[in-house]
């Protein structure tokens, strides 16, 4: 009932009692939404940022458990240098902002990706958010950074060869279960449903192992204007599904 008291005073057909525990999200087309607006690439992200917080802080509001995001790929490297550096800075912002506000917040953060490459306050500071919020309860915010499908399933490959030569495990026993133990979303369930904005029709090397029985949603809005209404919409969408996971 208590999930009931905090139904926000939106139209919706989401059934709150019924709601994925696990929601991934491709936040794609911040360069759309500004170059619409005549203003650079960067402005984009930065309205991007904003709506990230709105919704993971919705997300924890109406009960969700987990919430993966696609912040930044291996693939995103290429892009001009300006842009990389701009991503990057505000990603330094928003960890300094959400340490500031993490006893109000309490929202769980973890980090999906090689964050080697990334500067090393960078890297320290996704390790603080980490270490902050490792014991808060509620919805865990997974941020993908660096992160690629076909880089995690290759990583998760060589740690289990490098098991395996060492001794500590043995390849003929290798199960499904064993094998997600190797990749950056250990321990945490498959997304239930993933969203995509921004009107394009691809994973883009998004989740390839943890997608296999997932729900879609694609929507053409792009993710600065994604609101608690277009969550609702996705949502519904996936309350109206039919999960078979291959049975009848
Ligand atoms: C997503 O928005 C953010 C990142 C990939 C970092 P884009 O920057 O890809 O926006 P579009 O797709 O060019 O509109
Ligand atoms: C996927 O979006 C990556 C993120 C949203 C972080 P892209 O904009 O990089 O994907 P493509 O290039 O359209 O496939
Ligand atoms: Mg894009």
């Not at 139209?11 to 650079?40: C, S, Y």
């Not at 998760?156 to 290798?174: M, Q, S």
Request: aromatic share 12%; charged share 25%.
């Amino acid at each position: 009932m208590a999930l009931f008291s905090k139904k926000p005073a939106v139209q919706t057909e989401v059934d709150f009692t019924r709601l994925p525990k696990h929601i991934a999200i491709i936040m794609d087309g911040n360069g759309r939404w500004a170059k619409k607006r005549g203003l650079p690439r960067t402005a984009g992200h930065a309205a991007g940022a904003e709506t990230f917080r709105t919704i993971a802080t919705y997300c924890k509001e109406i009960g969700i458990d987990y919430l993966t995001v696609y912040a930044f790929s291996t693939e995103n490297w290429k892009r001009p240098e300006v842009e990389v550096s701009a991503i990057m800075g505000l990603l330094k912002k928003y960890l300094l902002e959400a340490i500031g506000q993490m006893e109000r917040d309490r929202v769980k953060m973890e980090f999906f990706g090689d964050l080697s490459p990334l500067t090393s306050e960078l890297r320290e500071l996704c390790e603080r958010t980490r270490e902050i919020s490792r014991h808060y309860e509620g919805c865990q915010v997974n941020i993908c950074l660096n992160y690629g499908g076909r880089d995690e399933l290759v990583r998760a490959a060589r740690a289990f060869a490098l098991d395996c030569v060492e001794g500590r495990t043995d390849p003929n026993h290798l199960s499904q279960e064993q094998f997600g133990g190797y990749l950056f979303s250990r321990g945490v369930p498959d997304p239930d449903l993933v969203i995509r904005p921004s009107g394009e029709l691809r994973l883009s090397n998004f989740l390839l192992w943890q997608s296999a029985y997932a729900e879609f949603y694609f929507t053409d809005v792009l993710w600065p204007d994604f609101s608690k209404e277009e969550l609702h919409r996705a949502i519904a969408a996936y309350q109206s599904r039919n999960r078979r996971f291959g049975g009848v």
